[in-house]
């Protein structure tokens, strides 16, 4: 079966200082890969998705990157956070097959919750 | 206009009740779309895709009305367990990777 780990659970991070969190998929080969955030009160921001290793799509413009350096690995980094970037992030993954999306949607990691102070 | 809205609650129920969620969204071109459930402080997971014809599962009934935009979550006999946030949501016609754009989510508080 396939499942997605995602650390660390939580994190407090000083204003300015690098980020990076880790997602890992197993169980399967060639997802599709997504961070998203959540900060208070506000619902599901996508921030970045990948296709492929290598392979990465922004939405939002902003001091987060990420990586996808092998296939079931998505990275995301920051290299001075801001108070801004505190949140709820979230790893997901979707099979490659269209059809398996259509039905079954995403299944996300546990998470981090990030505070920067 | 937003792409998904939902009402944000909380709707308070007793156990047993039944309650319904409402969700609109904007775009007429949106292909699938799916209710999520968040517990406090939770990811999100999966509870439901929604079908044109409408589809049940145990005590949960979904719906979509293509022609007015907007899908519904029916939860009958509600239980304390089912005390969450609900988030509709869809996926977008053209939208590359076909990425979910969500709601922001509906609070449920069942009451004993």
């Known amino acids: 079966s396939q499942t997605i780990h995602q650390w660390p659970a939580t994190l407090v991070q000083p204003v300015g200082s690098p980020l990076s969190l880790e997602c890992t998929v197993e169980g399967t080969s060639n997802p599709n890969l997504y961070w998203y955030r959540q900060a208070a009160g506000r619902g599901l921001q996508l921030l970045f998705y990948?296709?492929?290793?290598?392979?990465i799509s922004s939405e939002v413009p902003q001091n987060l990157s990420a990586s996808r350096p092998q296939d079931r690995q998505f990275i995301l980094s920051s290299k001075k956070l801001l108070l801004s970037d505190s949140g709820f992030y979230l790893c997901a993954w979707r099979a490659f097959r269209t059809e398996t999306y259509l039905n079954y949607g995403y299944t996300f990691g546990s998470g981090t919750r990030l505070t920067v102070v | 206009r937003k792409e998904v809205e939902q009402d944000p609650g909380p709707f308070n129920v007793p156990e047993g009740a039944t309650v319904a969620f409402n969700c609109t969204y904007s775009n007429s071109a949106s292909q699938s779309f799916f209710w999520y459930r968040q517990d406090c402080r939770k990811e999100p997971k999966l509870l439901m895709s929604?079908?044109?014809s409408g589809n049940e599962d145990g005590r949960f009934t979904a719906q979509l009305n293509r022609a007015s935009q907007y899908i519904s979550l029916l939860i009958r006999d509600s239980k304390l367990s089912d005390s969450a946030t609900y988030l509709c949501v869809v996926i977008l016609s053209g939208a590359g990777s076909y990425q979910l754009t969500f709601g922001k989510g509906t609070k449920l508080s069942v009451i004993p």
């Open positions: 990948s296709v492929g290793i290598g392979q």
């Open positions: 929604v079908y044109s």
